[in-house]
């Protein structure tokens, strides 16, 4: 009960459900509603009827401290689409400050819990398994973490998908960086010696009835706009107007490289060369569990290191706060 490393894996995914989730994602509401239902749902399959109650019991109380019309004598099995409808709006509200942090934080420890006591042995546990499997798989590209099997390893049954990247999902992300790269170069051309990307919004992600597209803001020190990229893609690579999940995937784990990676770790210096930089920014990717950039980040290192462009952050430096740019990335040029 609970020994294997499975429930481990699976409580991180319903964690950052809980906990990470992204309110401004565009599939945030819907995705984070089915799971969390089928996850009720499935904790009454291979758990028991009587552990799932007790479950439900405990979020009773929680949900009605925060104001949810809750019912007690439901079953669980007829309660778990609202259960599923209620946490969502708790972890909606927690990111929104809405949702007294002690709550979410007993919330956390209970699914964990929970998750970690699963029967291994439930007839029905690997197919269950299998099938939260491919349910976190689309969670983690909704939720900016890259669209990768890698995260979830072994998950009870032996087998890693580190190397199994999907390929909708490369290909967009490779589709987004020769954009990037050409916005640089165009600066470049236009006599640029430096291009700045703000912290802000250095990609921006956008959908509209006939599609989506992301941009890229390019200035120079001093907050000159220099070059503005935008790419629009099509309706055809959307659902029901809406990005594939591999596109957003790609694209809000771009944005996720330059948001978390680079500011959280803060490993850029003015000596790194983009060649030691994205072979860290590998590093560090690999270690937050995104490895969408596995095998793309080869391609990019050369393409910037063929420019002889150098990289650095200028978080730190007085200049910085003289000049009163801050939490950005500088690329000098040529």
Request: net charge neutral; hydrophobic share 35%.
């Amino acid at each position: 009960m609970g020994a294997s490393c499975a429930p481990v894996a699976l409580a991180s995914s319903i964690k950052d459900v809980i906990c990470r989730l992204d309110p401004d994602h565009p599939f945030s509401q819907s995705i984070l509603t089915t799971n969390l239902s089928v996850f009720m749902d499935d904790l009454y399959v291979y758990g028991s009827q009587a552990d799932c109650e007790n479950y439900i019991r405990w979020l009773v109380p929680l949900l009605q401290r925060g104001g949810f019309k809750v019912n007690e004598n439901k079953t669980a099995k007829s309660y778990a689409m609202k259960v599923g409808e209620e946490l969502r709006v708790l972890g909606y509200g927690y990111r929104r400050g809405r949702c007294p942090e002690e709550h979410m934080v007993t919330m956390e420890r209970n699914a964990y819990e929970k998750i970690c006591s699963v029967d291994l042995a439930h007839i029905k546990t690997r197919r269950n398994l299998s099938k939260l499997a491919g349910l976190a798989y689309d969670e983690i590209g909704a939720f900016g973490l890259g669209y990768s099997k890698g995260l979830l390893v072994s998950l009870g049954s032996g087998h890693h998908w580190d190397d199994e990247l999907d390929v909708g999902t490369l290909r967009t992300a490779k589709k987004i960086w020769n954009h990037i790269l050409e916005a640089l170069s165009d600066a470049r051309k236009n006599g640029a010696t430096r291009w700045y990307v703000p912290h802000d919004e250095p990609l921006k992600v956008w959908t509209d009835a006939s599609g989506y597209g992301c941009g890229a803001w390019l200035e120079t020190e001093d907050g000159t706009l220099v070059a503005r990229w935008s790419k629009h893609f099509n309706k055809k690579d959307s659902y029901q107007g809406m990005p594939s999940k591999e596109a957003m995937g790609a694209a809000w784990a771009l944005r996720k490289c330059f948001e978390d990676s680079y500011n959280v770790t803060q490993w850029l210096t003015d000596s790194s060369t983009v060649l030691d930089g994205l072979s860290r920014m590998k590093r560090d990717l690999t270690l937050h569990g995104t490895l969408i950039f596995k095998r793309r980040l080869l391609d990019v290192r050369e393409a910037l290191n063929g420019m002889n462009c150098t990289m650095y952050t200028k978080v730190d430096t007085a200049h910085n706060k003289a000049d009163g740019l801050s939490r950005g990335y500088t690329f000098p040029l040529g």
